[in-house]
């Protein structure tokens, strides 16, 4: 006769599996974090965008499985924290922001601690039954860190001496405007309800066929612009889509009044 494995184990067994996502998506953090104080930005960018993927793993799983827990979503953030927040922070401090002095300290310490209050208040609005999962308040911190590892790669689509002007100075903004971006109430799409790909599945499996054929050409390149059009998106949808939705709902309140 076949042994039946316990049900409390094997409970136990499946909530290990996103946890181990989560856990491999801390090493490349921390790998990337001693690449980093070595100097080597190549393997640093790698392990940020390699996190990012098991990261992303780790969520899905524990969906598909129905194995979400506080536990596991408190683990994530602090994963989080330290490959999107800590691991950048010293690589673009190596990198770029060093030569700025204490202005370059304060950028890196910024795109660190606007994390973790990213973070935060993730977890914590996370939990009320209001929260819409179709939207992130304020720039996720994974695309915060991936932006940062993509710039770096974007610099070798440039000339020398426009690269040795620009990037610096360009690199100072950038991590401002990431901190800043990550706790504002700029609405970002989270990509969590897929209505649409359900609604429209041959379509929708021709753009993402299409989209893999384009980034395959140049990843370094089009990453960057993927990820530049995501930062652009969450401020066109707040300051110019929302209002535009928001007057239109008034005007037939108007009308009737």
Not at 159 to 183: E, G, H, Q, R, T
Not at 211 to 227: K, N, Y
Not at 235 to 242: A, E, K, S
Request: charged share 15%; proline share 4%.
């Amino acid at each position: 006769m076949e042994e039946k494995i316990p049900q409390s184990r094997a409970r136990r067994s499946v909530y290990i599996l996103p946890n181990l996502f989560t856990m491999a998506s801390l090493f490349a953090g921390f790998l990337g974090a001693l690449w980093a104080i070595e100097g080597r930005f190549d393997m640093t960018a790698l392990a940020i965008l390699f996190s990012c993927l098991f990261d992303g793993l780790d969520g899905k799983v524990a969906r598909l499985t129905n194995t979400s827990s506080d536990f596991g979503v408190q683990f994530d953030s602090l994963a989080d924290l330290v490959a999107f927040g800590v691991t950048p922070a010293i690589m673009v401090y190596q990198w770029q922001l060093a030569r700025f002095g204490r202005l370059g300290i304060l950028a890196a310490f910024m795109l660190v601690a606007c994390g973790a209050l990213r973070l935060a208040r993730f977890n914590v609005m996370s939990g009320k039954a209001t929260a819409s999962k179709k939207f992130f308040v304020g720039l996720p911190i994974p695309a915060a860190g991936c932006m940062i590892s993509l710039f770096f790669m974007f610099e070798q689509y440039l000339p020398d001496d426009i690269a040795a002007a620009v990037i610096p100075k360009a690199c100072l903004v950038l991590v401002y405007a990431l901190s800043f971006l990550m706790v504002s109430r700029v609405r970002y799409a989270s990509f969590k309800e897929f209505g649409l790909v359900k609604a429209h599945p041959f379509s929708a499996m021709v753009t993402a066929l299409l989209l893999f054929v384009v980034v395959a050409s140049e990843p370094w390149l089009m990453g960057f612009l993927l990820f530049s059009a995501y930062l652009a998106s969450g401020i066109i949808y707040t300051f110019f889509v929302l209002p535009r939705r928001a007057s239109k709902l008034r005007e037939p309140h108007q009308e009737l009044s």
